[in-house]
DNA sequence: GCGACGCGTTAGTGATGGCTAACGTATTGA
DNA sequence: TCAATACGTTAGCCATCACTAACGCGTCGC
């Protein structure tokens, strides 16, 4: 995976970092969550630890998945630096216009 | 593109949303940040106004892109859905953990 | 009208992505 | 020892992607 941003583009491997979000989990506890395959969730896994956003554990039968900090401050750096200043302010011309639209209680 | 954030998955597409914050520009503009050949640019730009995170405007032989204000709330609505409480909490393990390393005015 | 320009579209190609099915391996409990 | 469990790996398939080259169309200046 040629970029970070690219590693969390698919929605299944997004789902799985904020599953993570919650602590440790097996790749069985993690499948549960999904329609797709195992096989499929762990390809997603090695494909999330490739980019450094997980590592994994081995205890016994079970391998456990949990976020990597370093990982995940990079990618969040990675979107600040993208986010700039210029698009904030367009966005939040965006929200002027909504409200203009929907005069009563916005978001 | 089946979700927008795979829209901007791709690092030429982010530079041009960054082009695009400074203003309006042309397709020959755009294309002159980059190496690859105007029409890919133009189909990147294709693929970014499908997401609808793009416009643009005729007039005379110029095409005018510029951002989409709705779009790019839309966009930064979902990275921040995605980017829970608890993913936060990590990154902050992170930079703990960074200061423990480097104890001299890190980042 | 005519050539130059700005741009979109298309065809074609090589690469990559996501998925399933099947198999292999280590571990556990009986 | 044997079956079940947890997981990785592989092959293969189909879809999608990023890109270039080539063409076509409208627009402008002359």
Do not use: C, K
Not at 28 to 34: H, K, V
Not at 40 to 61: K, N, P, W
């Amino acid at each position: 995976m040629h970029d970070l941003v690219a590693a969390v583009a698919e929605p299944n491997r997004r789902r799985l970092l904020q599953l993570l979000g919650n602590g440790e989990r097996t790749v069985t506890q993690l499948a549960g969550n999904f329609t797709v395959s195992r096989s499929a969730i762990s390809q997603h896994l090695g494909v999330l630890a490739e980019a450094g956003l997980v590592t994994s554990r081995r205890e016994g039968r079970f391998q456990y998945y949990r976020l990597d900090p370093h990982g995940m401050a990079a990618l969040r750096a990675e979107l600040e630096s993208f986010w700039t200043r210029e698009l904030d302010q367009i966005v939040q011309d965006a929200s002027m216009i909504t409200r203009m639209h929907q005069p009563r209680g916005g978001p």
